[in-house]
Nanobody, 119 residues
Framework: QVQLVESGGGLVQAGGSLRLSCAAS????????VAWFRQSPGKEREFVAL????????SYGDSVKGRFTISRDNAENMVYLQMNNLKVDDTAEYYC????????????WGQGTQVTVYS
């Protein structure tokens, strides 16, 4: 099991930027697929970004493409989400998740960090 702890959330004006961090412990994440998801009240959980960890391959949700960037530091066991040009609709609880690269589902989750974007 991998323990995940997110940080970096906060209150930001629309158009601004935030950088979320996810500290992993318990296992080395270099063999894990890591991702960010988000969820706001009354809405389903939404995929944000994913890092396969192999060849620096990444994937993004349509609503954040071109604005968000996922990165990872395997040596430090850290995952990051750089969020630029934030919009009010980006307001949500953001969760870091990880899965072994051979497993089909994410079974390691952090507790979340709140991002609130105001106009």
């Amino acid at each position: 099991q991998v323990q995940l702890v997110e940080s970096g959330g906060g209150l930001v004006q629309a158009g601004g930027s935030l950088r979320l961090s996810c500290a992993a412990s318990g296992r080395a994440i270099r063999n894990y697929v890591v991702a960010w998801f988000r969820q706001s009240p009354g809405k389903e959980r939404e995929f944000v970004a994913l890092s396969y960890g192999v060849g620096d391959s990444t994937s993004y949700g349509d609503s954040v493409k071109g604005r968000f960037t996922i990165s990872r530091d395997n040596a430090e066991n850290m995952v990051y989400l750089q969020m630029n040009n934030l919009k009010v609709d980006d307001t949500a609880e953001y969760y870091c998740a990880a899965r072994d690269m051979f497993r089909p589902t994410f079974d390691n989750w952090g507790q979340g960090t709140q991002v609130t974007v105001y106009s």
